[in-house]
């Protein structure tokens, strides 16, 4: 199970576990490619495994020094 993710009529980038979006589309996948990544904003880029061993510190941290995604403003893709 890998996360993926897809844009939607709004244009908000939504994350899911499923292979296809509402709209019958195909997703792509969350999860950074070394090639892709020299061309892409690396804060766009998902940060989720199935194994992640830190989530939770990571997820402290990121509340301690107001770095969610839900603290800043809502990207426009």
Known sequence: M???CYINEK???VYTTKKE???GL???SA???ESS???TDPSSLSRFSPDDKYSKE???LKK???LLPIQGAPVKY
């Open 26 to 28: 195909a997703t792509e």
């Open 31 to 33: 999860h950074p490619v």
């Open 64 to 66: 301690r020094f107001g």
């Open 37 to 39: 990544s020299l061309h």
């Open 11 to 13: 244009g908000d980038k």
């Open 21 to 23: 979006s509402p709209l």
């Open 58 to 60: 990571r997820v402290t």
């Open 2 to 4: 890998y996360l993926q």
